[in-house]
């Protein structure tokens, strides 16, 4: 019977380890559901351990999915990849990383660039006079 328990909990504290070892995401810049002001020069993920990037794109609402290049050659916790210009919209990112483990992790985060509305008055009042 002790031996059984034993197991037990062997098998409790592996099977923990190794659902804890993939990479997740913990943050990003811009943040997950968040709506901005102004195009960001770079996008920033920030992962529960370090991870390599394999995949990483871009799509402003129904357009074509854009790769981002170049991604990072080596592993890292935090991953910066430079962004395009980007104009008002809903974005999508779709990213695949590889963890220390072997395991491959993905996932997608949303943001919207909001366009500057004063920015906008300033335009329009200048085209009046």
């Given at each position: 019977?002790k031996?059984?328990?034993l197991?037990s909990?062997l ?5 923990g380890?190794?659902?804890s070892?993939?990479a997740h ?9 968040s709506v901005?002001?102004?195009s960001p ?10 991870a390599?990037?394999?995949?990483l794109?871009?799509q402003?609402?129904d357009?074509p999915?854009?790769n ?7 592993a890292a916790?935090?991953i ?5 210009q980007?104009t008002?919209?809903t974005y999508s990112?779709?990213w ?9 992790m ?6 919207t660039?909001?366009p500057?509305?004063?920015t906008d008055?300033?335009?329009d009042?200048a085209t009046?006079?």
């Amino acid at each position: 019977m002790k031996i059984l328990s034993l197991l037990s909990g062997l098998a409790l504290v592996t099977f923990g380890a190794i659902a804890s070892a993939h990479a997740h995401l913990q943050k990003s810049r811009p943040a997950d559901g968040s709506v901005i002001t102004t195009s960001p020069s770079n996008l920033v993920l920030n992962f529960s351990e370090t991870a390599r990037v394999t995949a990483l794109s871009i799509q402003k609402g129904d357009e074509p999915r854009q790769n981002l290049k170049p991604l990072p050659s080596t592993a890292a916790q935090e991953i910066s990849v430079a962004l395009p210009q980007l104009t008002p919209g809903t974005y999508s990112v779709s990213w695949r990383v590889v963890s220390d483990d072997g395991h491959m992790m993905s996932g997608t985060l949303h943001f919207t660039l909001a366009p500057d509305h004063a920015t906008d008055r300033a335009a329009d009042h200048a085209t009046q006079h």
